[in-house]
């Protein structure tokens, strides 16, 4: 969607295994982001890098670890450490080059449910 | 506390009955207010920004207002289209804050 793609859109998990969502873009943006949304709740910001081999972690980063190798691709790994992992997973990267931190492209999403 | 509530939970209008929906916050290091649109299913797509009391932005139904503790969303004669869960977030240097989102139905 608009230049970035998330996949699997769905995704089943047992407890105890770690499981990895991608995130590509092709916009040649520096930021990416990842958030989660749980119903009931708003979107919260787990991870986020602003430059290649490097990232910070958000509200909620407890249970989860990236990594940002490509300027590209941003993947997300949800560890057995992550208590409550079922939600729907967003990444997202600025809509314009200059556009910062809060006016975002996402893409369609990764739901993920623990069996 | 960062917080960005946003009222009502779920509206249901009948085309063509215009209403408004409400977003209050308190961010530390506020950059702007931000609306988006989310289908369902789907990413959030981003509408507006608001940067300072006053301002106002307008597309196509949605007209976005701004006071210093509180966003508008006004839509004008919604269409079943206009349907989806509507999110305000308070952006600073490093993330958005959202809130929970107003479910919009419209029904012909």
């Known amino acids: 969607d608009g230049g970035i793609t998330q996949s699997p859109k769905y995704l089943f998990r047992k407890e105890g295994q770690n499981v990895t969502l991608s995130c590509e873009q092709n916009l040649n943006h520096d930021a990416m982001y990842w958030y989660r949304q749980d119903p009931g709740q708003g979107l919260r910001l787990i991870y986020y890098?602003?430059?290649?081999?490097?990232?910070q972690k958000g509200d909620i980063a407890e249970g989860y670890s990236v990594s940002r190798e490509k300027k590209e691709s941003f993947p997300l790994t949800v560890t057995s450490a992550q208590k409550n992992p079922t939600a729907f997973y967003l990444c997202a990267t600025p809509r314009n080059p200059g556009s910062g931190a809060n006016v975002l492209t996402f893409g369609a999403g990764s739901r993920l449910t623990v069996l | 506390e960062d917080q960005v509530t946003q009222s009502p939970e779920a509206l249901r209008l009948q085309e063509g009955e215009s209403s408004s929906l409400n977003c209050s916050y308190t961010?530390?290091?506020?950059?702007?207010l931000f609306w988006y649109r989310q289908d369902p299913g789907k990413g959030p797509e981003f509408l507006f920004t608001?940067?300072?009391a006053g301002e106002e932005k307008e597309k196509e139904r949605l007209k976005a207002t701004l006071t210093k503790k509180e966003s508008f969303l006004h839509i004008t004669a919604p269409k079943p289209e206009d349907s989806a869960t509507y999110l305000c977030?308070?952006?600073?240097?490093?993330?958005?804050?959202f809130g929970t989102g107003t479910r919009l139905q419209v029904f012909p």
């Open positions: 961010v530390s290091g506020l950059r702007g």
């Open positions: 977030a308070g952006g600073n240097t490093d993330k958005l804050i």
């Open positions: 608001l940067y300072s």
């Open positions: 890098s602003q430059i290649v081999n490097d990232f």
